[in-house]
């Protein structure tokens, strides 16, 4: 079994900066994607950003509403993988979970692709 732990969230004004970390331990050669999910109040968990390493290639996505805002990046040497949110918006704010996988093929976009999965933190962005 892997373990996923989550940091970094809090409340911030709009236009500013967050960084979130999410850093595996266990069995941690059984994740190879690592996937940033947001969950507002009484909705489903949406894809926010995932990255995929192996074979000497990555893949990342994002969701189009935080292309050119949020970076997702990764440090192999602490097991860890960042979601730095720039230029926050009010519509930003949900809880954040990180999520991990064994994945091949296409780097996947829903909940239930997913085996391992943080606490959640909270990001609260006031207008």
């Known amino acids: 079994q892997a373990q996923l732990v989550e940091s970094g969230g809090g409340l911030v004004q709009a236009g500013d900066s967050l960084r979130l970390s999410c850093t595996a331990s266990?069995?941690?050669?059984?994740?190879?994607?690592v996937a940033w999910f947001c969950q507002y109040p009484g909705k489903e968990r949406e894809f926010v950003a995932g990255?995929?390493?192996?074979?000497?290639?990555?893949?990342?996505l994002y969701r189009d509403s935080v292309k050119g805002r949020f970076t997702i990046s990764r440090d192999s040497d602490k097991n860890t993988v960042y979601l730095q949110m720039n230029a926050l918006k009010y519509e930003d704010t949900a809880v954040y979970s990180c999520?991990?996988?064994?994945?091949?093929?296409?780097?996947?976009?829903?909940?239930?692709?997913?085996?391992?999965w943080g606490q959640g933190t909270q990001v609260t962005v006031s207008p």
């Open positions: 266990g069995r941690t050669l059984n994740i190879n994607t």
């Open positions: 990255m995929r390493w192996g074979s000497g290639s990555t893949q990342i």
């Open positions: 999520a991990g996988a064994l994945h091949f093929g296409h780097l996947a976009r829903t909940p239930g692709a997913y085996n391992y």
